[in-house]
């Protein structure tokens, strides 16, 4: 385990393999601990770090927001502090807006990006976490925090065929507070890359599963239409978790794009 002090608070990361590095970043309510398997492959070709968001796994918690926009800046600091002058990213959900972000924000920074079932437009994402966006509610789940555990073991099966995903996501759900999971969300329903899109000149790879119930799968459409230099992979039999529903598919093409791009 490993992390470093940045301005807004302790950022913790793990970090496998030799090479050239790659930054992998987690989705809302995750942490770091997604991309393990992802972590153990790559590694063998590229110097891995995969870290977590404050608020949320091992990183810090009183941070005064949690905004997507803060999580740009916390990319940044990252690359900044360990020396690493550029790097692909490669973003789960939230965490691929925020790669999109990352790009725009500091295009001096990324040389590729990926993106796995990330939202362009906040409005793609699905009802419930749209409203999770809202404090009334969300102060009323954290209260019935047995409600929402039930809730996805409920829908587990529709959201991944992975068995051990509950376990993960009811671990870094107890490691989550109230304000980063409020705060988060609430920003990225708000965004809407669509006007920017055009600016990212870099190599970037959009993947979506068609089965995804967590984020609109046809969000890689406005990929296709707005940025000069992209590639599109759909996963008819996955949904939102791409890297646990086909990881040996998704495995090969991260690392082929990471090779070769577009």
Known sequence: MSSITTDQGVLHYEVYGRGRPVLLLHGWLGSWGLWQETMKYLGQYYRTYAL????????????????????????????????ILQAPLVGHSMGGTVSLMTALRYPERVTKVTVIGSPIVGSSLALTLKLAGRRPIAALVFRMMWALKLGLRLFAPIITSDPNWYQ??????????????LLSIASLRE????????????????????????????????????????????FPDAGHFIMLDAPERFMHTLRDFLDNGV
């Not at 796994?57 to 990252?78: C, H, I, L, R, W």
């Not at 993960?168 to 999971?181: G, N, Q, Y």
């Not at 239409?225 to 590639?231: D, E, I, K, Q, Y």
């Open 168 to 181: 993960m996501i009811t671990r870094d759900l107890s490691r989550t507070t109230l304000e980063s999971f």
């Open 52 to 83: 977590d968001f404050w608020g949320f796994g091992e990183s810090g918690k009183k941070v005064p927001t949690f905004a997507v926009q803060d999580f740009v800046v916390m990319v940044n600091q990252f690359m900044e502090r360990l020396g």
């Open 191 to 234: 965004t809407d890359l669509r006007p920017m899109l055009h600016q990212i000149k870099i190599p970037a790879m959009g993947m979506y599963g068609d089965k995804d119930v967590i984020v609109d799968p046809y969000q890689w459409q406005l990929m296709q239409a707005r940025m000069p230099r992209v590639r599109i992979e759909r």
